[in-house]
């Protein structure tokens, strides 16, 4: 009994490693609700801030894969409008991460031809953090490859709410017919609107919800979710998600 265990586990491994990925069918553009900082910290003995700091290391790898993969768009959720309600030490903490990774990795990623947004609330923000992606964002403005996105300050009922503001304004206007509004017009209002939805949403720590994550945009998203913490996230589990993705049939509601 534990031959025939060992043989379909060796089996099972084969098959996995024998899959390689379609780079013909990478998603177009990838969102990734970056989640189990703290845990995994906390499993460790050390201060939640420290899972942090690691976290922002597999952002450098994971943006470098995508890349490399060929992925366009890469949006991560760095920081929700719910996440001011965590103890004020660890949030200047995660404030002050836009800023260490941009002034630690721009050079390569300007170099990689990758080019850094931002989609959220600016209010709030401290100027440190705004100063530093902004500058990112001015620097890379010409870049053509991978579209980094970091959702920071971010909800997306907020960013419906404005979107619906903005759109009634312009009817007021006479710049826009009200039987003129449709799905895709009011998906042009959208903080996203320029780089499609994401085919595939990978959440990290064993979580199963969106948290209030580009809600209007994942209705029709691939959603991946595992145990891994994301300071543990790695190359190959970049890989295991696409390749769940591509096992899939994406029917959008029909047959």
Known sequence: MLNKLVNLTKSN???????????????NHIAIIMDGNGRWAKKRGLPRIAGHREGMKVVRKVVKHANELGVHALTLYAFSTENWKRPKPEV????????QFLLTYLPELIKENVQVRTIGQREGIPAYTQKAVNEAIERTKHNSGLVLNFALNYGSRYEIT????????????????????????????????????????????????LSNF????????????????????????????????????????GV
């Open 162 to 209: 404005e979107a619906v503001r903005q759109l009634s304004k312009d009817v007021e206007k006479g710049t826009i017919r009200a039987e003129d509004v449709n799905e895709k017009l009011i998906g042009s209002y959208m903080m996203t609107n320029d780089i499609g939805d994401p085919e595939l949403l990978i959440r990290t720590s064993g979580e199963i919800r």
């Open 92 to 99: 200047e903490f995660i404030m002050k991460l836009p800023e």
């Open 13 to 27: 491994k084969e098959t996995k490693d024998s899959i390689e990925l379609d780079r013909s069918r990478v998603p």
């Open 214 to 253: 580009m809600l209007w945009q994942l209705a029709y998203t691939e959603l991946w979710f595992t145990d891994v913490y994301w300071p543990d996230f790695s190359k190959e589990t970049l890989e295991e998600a696409i390749l769940e993705y591509q096992r899939r049939g994406r029917r959008f509601g």
